[in-house]
Nanobody, 122 residues
Framework: QVQLVESGGGLVHPGGSLRLSCVAS??????????MSWYRQAAGKDRDLVAH???????SYAEFAKGRFTISRDNAKSTMYLQMNNLQPEDSAVYYC??????????????WGQGTLVTVSS
């Protein structure tokens, strides 16, 4: 099964930036076929979708992410990114990478990364 490994989290001050990476242990061809997402989960809260980029490269964002966050992918590197700018304390959460793909029209697989912690604090 494909594995997802996130990196790039850490402690930043309000207004700062981070770039998260998610590396998938699979080939360029197989990675290209996957719909990818970033989710986040703050302590005591539900896990929320942050941004999505499908196999065709179409992107979408949660309202709180629009204008500040940018999702992208590099299929040659089997890697997805999340550029986060103007971070605020309410952005503090564990950020998770998610992949979903369809081996047939009637089946799908999905996998989660282990998460990377983002803390925004003065």
């Amino acid at each position: 099964q494909v594995q997802l490994v996130e990196s790039g989290g850490g402690l930043v001050h309000p207004g700062g930036s981070l770039r998260l990476s998610c590396v998938a242990s699979t080939s360029e061809r197989r990675f290209r076929m996957k719909d990818m997402s970033w989710y986040r989960q703050a302590a005591g809260k539900d896990r929320d979708l942050v941004a999505h980029i499908d196999a065709g490269g179409m992107t979408s964002y949660a309202e709180f992410a629009k204008g500040r966050f940018t999702i992208s992918r590099d299929n040659a590197k089997s890697t997805m990114y999340l550029q986060m700018n103007n971070l605020q304390p309410e952005d503090s959460a564990v950020y998770y990478c998610h992949a979903k793909w369809y081996p047939s029209v009637e089946r799908y697989y999905q996998v989660w990364g282990q998460g990377t912690l983002v803390t925004v604090s003065s």
